[in-house]
Every structure is written in C-alpha cells, then in structure tokens.
C-alpha cells in the first residue's frame, strides 16, 4: 500500500485500472467523466498501454471487444447519454463471454437532460440495457476510496467470469477530491491466462469469438449457459454494507453518493433519539437479498432513497416481499436530495406517512 | 497444382450457386498463404451473407457487430501489433451502417486490412437496397427501382476513402471473370503487404455478384456486373503506399 493522496474521482479511476493491469482504454467525449480519458490519455503511454479516442461511443465499445477479444485487460468510460449507446457493444460482450469494465459516472436524463449527478441509469445497468438475456456485474461505490478498490476488483470479476462488469458513479464521485491509498499495481505476470483470446494460432487450433448460433438449439444452450454463470455470480460477488445499530426501527436503502447524505441525516437523526438503519447495496447487481433477511423481523419500514424517480426501490420492494412496507424519497435530474429533505422523508415515515406524497 | 489454400477449411460453404463470395474467399485464403501468415492472422467477420466466415477461414477469428469490424479490428490490432488483422465486410455492414466505423478507421491508418464486397444490394435479408445499388435497380425495398430523388446517388467508398492520408492502399477489382480474378488477387496481396510493412489502412472493394438476389443465372449476373457494375464503379487503384508511386 503507498501513501495516503488528495485525488479526483474520476483521475483516480484511471489510475485504479492501470494499477489492476489495464492497458488499453478507448472512449469518447462526455461530461462529467472527461478527466478519466484525459488522465489515462497521459498515463497509458507511459506504462506501454494504448489510449485511443474512438470516433463514437459506439466504436469505443467495439473496440473494447476487439482488444477483450485479443486477450488484453481493457476499459471504457461514459456517462448516461454514452452509455445508451454502447448497450449494443454490450449485449455482444455478454454473448461472445468477453470480460470488460465499463464506467458509467452517471448524469441527469433521459435525453440529453444535463451533467449533474444522477442515479437513474440503475435499471439500464441492473437489468442488461441491451438486448437479449443477459446481465452484468455492477457496483456502486460511495467514496473515491472504494472506487478504487472496486474498480480493480471489476477487472478480477470479469475475468473470473469472462463477463463485462460495470462500475457505476454520479458527477460528485468523479469530480470531487478525496484522501486515497492507492493499491500496490498488480504484476502483469500475474493476471490470468486466457487461452481462448484471438492471438494467432500458433500450435493450436483457431479460437473463435462469437455471439452467434444459428441453431435455436444451440442459442438455447448457449443461454443456459449464461444462466447458470450469471447465478454463480449471484453465489458468489454480492457485496453489500449493513449498518443496525441495537434499537433501529426504520432502515434506509441507500446507494453511492446518496448513501452518504443519507449517513449524515442517520447521525442527525440519533442525537434527536431516533435510531435508524442503513442497508448500502455495494453491487447492484447481484442485488443483496442477505442484510434485508437479516433485519426484516424487527425492521418497521424500509426508506430507500434514490438520485433518480425510484428504480432501486423495486429491488427493495423484491427483497422485502411484502413483509414491511418500503417507502421511497428520491429527486430526479441532478438534484440531490439535502439532508433536511431526506430527514423529513424519514419522520413521514415515522408518522406513518408516505414520504414520496 | 490446384489445391484448397492451407488457411481454407475443409468445409461445404453456405454460399448461393453463382455467387462469388467463395472467390473472394479464396483469394484472401491465397494470399495468407502466400504471406505465410496463417497462424497470425485473426480475421473479423461481419454481418450479413459472410456472417460465417469464422467457419471458412482456418485462423483466429471474432465476429463483430453489423458495421463495427474496423472498430473491433482496431482494438485487435492496438493489443497485437505484430499480428495480421483484417475485416471481411460487405456493402449493407461496411457502406451503409458501418459508415463512420470504416472511415475512422481508415483516417487513423489503422494498419489493417478490408476486403469490401460490393454487390449491389442487401444479401442476407434477401435483397433489400443498399447505398451501392445502382439508379433505377429494382430491389425488395425499391421496387419501382433505386430513385435517386427519393433515396439519392450510389456510393463510390473506394474513391471516399482514397482521399484520406491514412488510407495508403484503396482499390477496387471486379470477380466477373478469370483475368480481373488475377487482378484481384495482386490486389488483396498487396493489401496485406500494405500491413506488413506497417504503410497504413488498406482496402479492396471487390465488385461482386448476387445472382440469387438479382434474380438472374449466374452467367446473367457476371455479365451484370461487366455490363453494369463496373462503369458506376470504375476499377483500378486509388491510393498506393508512397514508395510504390513515385516513377
């Protein structure tokens, strides 16, 4: 571990991957995530990597399949807008089994809607915004400290998995400073083999990257297969922070930069005497169904709070079942909610109101 | 003596009777064998009737997205340097959707190769108009033939794209009969020659036939080309690597 340095969300992305083993980056222009291109644009040469800026988001994807495809660690970076356009690219790296991260710092939408901080691309990122059955690995980090950390293990995952897995952000965490440790870089030598990369086939048979099967019945198999690895991934990489103190009533769902505005009305809100809760889902998806199961008996209500018009909330709603009832506060188009919006959230929820009303 | 080309597989094609697509194949074939290049080679395949190229071809291969085999190529070739990349595109994937992909490509001289068949429409989907069908052509989607007010001008991608520095091969061939074939294949040679001593993006736009799809006899469909194709797609090259054009 090195020293403890000041450093911008979105830099210290780039940074992360180089450190994870990425070599290549391709992307396009947009607002608010330009410093993680411009910072890698300056550092990959110097680590004998490749920054390319594509013509297009659409090419940026493409292009990652390529160099996935090749056997290379690999990145792009978008915000929302950008982002659309690359579901295509990204429903052919879930087929073809291509591992992959792709950032997403999130903005206001849909359209073009703005470049404030925003957490309405939850569905696009949780349910495959492209087509076919698919689904990729997505977490959401809530300080520049754990973006890093998680940024490196996304390479880990997608190639546990031979799966794109997607780290999701907002304006603030890619544009504000924070205190990080940077991870030792990971040698290169350590990363693991692919023997199933478009390298040339030397000594061995061709390999082939595809996503398609004519045959209904092979397309079926193959669909089966992705099934199975996208439970394993459910198995296995679900990450999430639980927060109960002895006495909590009411506990929050709250994810990234919310969660952290979240916290501050949680700490308010006890030197008033009340006592809440947090569940902070770390992936997305897999969505952690474990720390609802762990505090649905004595919970009275779940409030889960979104930068977006309640997307996550239906996976909250899945989790709980029923079982308690599961309110929502959430503000649309860059706004974020302030503290004192979400502390009157929370005492509707105590009266027995419905806060979103 | 004639034998299959080494980075041939030994399988049956899904190819129409008649149409040229297995030339054009073989003549790619040829010319990694020539090169010696079979086991460096990885080839991107795209869509529409060469969707399954990666079946033909004995080398590595990735199947790419309607239009984005440049892209896909590009990121190939930026990891693997010292290898052989190239596309197999046809005028629906490459003219058409695929636009912005090969033109960029070709702007940056990426160092790869394209083999662009252009016959005159859509195959795959049976026979819809493509930006390279000619005026007046009679498709499933013009059916009262190409109108140039409605749907304007053939594309000529060759001639586009030679007006780009970092194209340094661009030409175009005809496989309508035994002496432009040869052609061709001097061609395609060159085009890999252009990656091998790293000169720039190279491309071969092939004129080719559709017999199936024109709704002629394969004999009909080559004189078409002849007859047709060729004088709205002059032949010849376009760009030459620097060297190979001074006197």
Not at chain 1, 123 to 132: I, N
Not at chain 1, 147 to 155: I, P
Not at chain 1, 170 to 175: A, E, F, M, P, S
């Amino acid at each position: 571990m090195g020293e403890r340095i000041l450093m911008k969300g979105n830099e210290a992305i780039g940074e992360a991957a180089i450190r994870a083993g990425c070599r290549y980056f391709f992307g396009y222009p947009i607002t608010p995530q330009n410093e993680i291109p411009e910072y890698l644009s300056r550092r990959l040469p110097e680590v004998g990597g490749v920054f390319l800026q594509a013509e297009s988001e659409v090419a940026a994807i493409n292009m990652v399949y390529g160099a996935a495809g090749a056997g290379a660690r690999v990145m792009t970076s978008s915000s929302s807008p950008g982002i659309s356009l690359k579901q295509e690219g990204l429903s052919y790296l879930a087929g073809a089994e291509l591992p992959c991260v792709v950032v997403n710092i999130i903005r206001g939408g849909p359209g073009l809607g703005g470049i404030q901080p925003a957490q309405s691309d939850y569905f696009q990122a949780t349910r495959g915004g492209g087509h076919g059955d698919y689904r990729t690995p997505v977490f959401g980090p809530a300080s520049i400290q754990e973006m890093v950390e998680l940024v490196m293990e996304a390479f880990e995952v997608a190639d546990r998995y031979r799966n794109p897995v997607m780290v999701v952000g907002d304006g603030i965490l890619g544009q504000m400073m924070e205190p990080v440790v940077l991870p030792d870089p990971k040698p290169l030598d350590s990363l693991p083999a692919k023997p199933w990369a478009t390298t040339g086939n030397q000594g061995r048979p061709p390999n082939v990257i595809n996503s398609l099967f004519l045959d209904a019945n092979l397309c079926s198999r193959h669909n089966e297969h992705l099934q199975e690895k996208y439970r394993e991934i459910c198995r296995r990489e679900v990450r999430y922070e639980l927060v109960d103190p002895e006495g909590a009533e009411i506990y929050f769902v709250a994810y990234g930069t919310t969660s952290r505005v979240v916290r501050s009305v949680m700490n308010r809100a006890r030197e008033e005497g009340i006592i809440t809760g947090l569940i902070r889902p770390i992936t997305l998806w897999p969505f952690p169904q474990e720390p609802f199961e762990r505090v649905v008996e004595r919970a009275k209500a779940f409030l889960c709070v979104e930068m977006s018009a309640g997307q996550m909330v239906e996976d909250v709603r899945l989790a709980v079942n029923g079982r308690r009832p599961v309110h929502f506060y959430g503000r649309t188009g860059g706004v974020v909610p302030s503290p004192a919006e979400i502390a009157d959230a929370l005492r509707k929820v105590l009266e027995g109101r419905d806060p979103g009303a | 003596m004639f034998t299959r080309p080494k980075s041939m597989r030994k399988v049956v094609m899904h190819y129409c009777p008649g149409c040229t697509h297995g030339i054009a194949h073989r003549l790619v074939a040829e010319a990694i064998d020539e090169l010696g290049i079979q086991h460096r080679t990885i080839g991107v395949a795209s869509v529409g009737c060469s969707v399954l190229a990666y079946e033909y071809f004995d080398c590595d291969f990735q199947q790419a997205a309607h239009g984005r085999a440049p892209a896909v190529a590009t990121g190939i070739k930026r990891v693997l340097p010292d290898r052989v990349v190239f596309t197999y595109q046809g005028d629906g994937d490459l003219a058409s959707i695929g636009t912005a992909e090969i033109v960029h490509a070709a702007m940056r001289g990426e160092r790869i190769t394209v083999i662009f068949i252009n016959n005159a429409v859509y195959g795959m989907t049976g026979g819809q108009m493509a930006p390279t069908t000619l005026v007046g052509q009679v498709t499933t989607t013009s059916p009262g033939g190409r109108d140039p007010r409605h749907c304007g001008h053939p594309i000529r991608i060759a001639e586009m794209l030679a007006t780009l520095e970092g194209a340094a091969y661009v030409a175009r061939v005809s496989l309508h009969d035994p002496a432009h074939v040869a052609r061709a294949r001097r061609a395609v040679l060159k085009a890999f020659r252009t990656q091998l001593e790293d000169r720039g993006f190279a491309l071969v736009e092939m004129l080719s036939s559709c017999p199936t799809n024109w709704g002629m006899s394969p004999r009909e469909a080559l004189r078409w080309v002849k007859e047709k194709l060729i004088p709205q797609y002059p032949l010849g090259e376009f760009r030459v690597p620097e060297e190979e054009a001074r006197p």
